[in-house]
């Protein structure tokens, strides 16, 4: 069993910055993937940035690539997710995942939620203009 708490969300206004946090517990060292999602109001659920344990590749949606940045810090086991020139689009809940069960994933697989069999609670994020 993996337990997936998020937290650092909040509200900024557009040009901002946010840094998300998902502390990791329980059984974490099968995780293949882990990565942040997000859902918007009338939107399904998007893969906005992927770590790739162990090997270190990171994937993001192109909605996001330059402005998000995904790390990991192993001794605490939490991901962290940093957002910045935030825009009114970004605004949505956010939730950390992980995928025990596949090693392998291409770039789209990686960022559709499917498959990931792990997921926090979720943080919401609100930037206004």
């Known amino acids: 069993q993996v337990r997936l708490v998020e937290s650092g969300g909040g509200s900024v206004e557009a040009g901002g910055s946010l840094s998300l946090s998902c502390a990791a517990s329980?059984?974490?060292?099968?995780?293949?993937?882990l990565g942040w999602f997000r859902r918007s109001p009338g939107k399904e659920r998007e893969g906005v940035a992927i770590?790739?344990?162990?090997?270190?590749?990171?994937y993001y949606a192109d909605s996001v690539k330059d402005r998000f940045s995904i790390s990991r810090d192993d001794a605490d086991n939490i991901l962290r997710l940093q957002m910045d020139s935030l825009k009114p689009e970004d605004t949505a809940l956010y939730y950390c995942?992980?995928?025990?069960?596949?090693?392998?994933?291409?770039?789209?697989?990686?960022?559709?939620?499917?498959?990931?069999?792990?997921w926090g609670q979720g943080t919401q994020v609100t930037v206004s203009s």
């Open positions: 329980g059984d974490t060292r099968g995780s293949y993937y």
């Open positions: 770590m790739h344990i162990g090997v270190g590749s990171t």
């Open positions: 995942a992980a995928d025990t069960l596949s090693p392998i994933k291409t770039r789209i697989q990686a960022l559709s939620d499917r498959g990931y069999n792990y």
